[in-house]
């Protein structure tokens, strides 16, 4: 599966962002999907997920009553929706997906996902 991920750029402190991840060569609902952000000079980190069929997610501690993870399989698309943005939030986002999955598992270490997009840049200004 291919992975495009697109909605970033330079945003100021409290301002709102969704985020889209386009799915291509494979039915999405194979997948277990989930947003990482990686900041200059961090490791990368998982922000969301969501589980193949969708319906059960699961957040970051620094981004819970924040963020929102969507999933429209039949759309073949995914979505991170920010809110209450902040600078510490200013990463490259990278939409993920891992395959062989049962239909609730929800992993949330990056060296359990398969396929990578090029990720997409969150500047978030004070």
């Known amino acids: 599966v291919q992975l495009q991920a697109s909605g970033g750029g330079l945003m100021q402190v409290g301002d709102s962002r969704t985020l889209a991840c386009k799915a291509s060569g494979g039915p999405l609902s194979n997948y277990v999907m989930a947003w990482f952000r990686q900041a200059p000079g961090k490791d990368r980190e998982i922000v969301a997920a969501?589980?193949?069929?969708?319906?059960?997610?699961n957040y970051a501690d620094a981004v819970k009553g924040r963020f929102y993870i969507y999933r429209d399989n039949g759309e073949s698309t995914m979505t991170l929706q920010m809110k209450s943005l902040k600078p510490e939030d200013t990463a490259r986002y990278y939409c993920?997906?891992?395959?062989?999955?049962?239909?609730?598992?929800?992993?949330?270490?990056?060296?359990?996902?398969?396929?990578w997009g090029q990720g997409t840049q969150v500047t978030v200004s004070s």
């Open positions: 993920a997906a891992a395959g062989g999955r049962t239909a609730y598992a929800m992993p949330m270490a990056s060296n359990e996902y398969d396929y």
């Open positions: 969501v589980n193949r069929i969708g319906g059960r997610t």
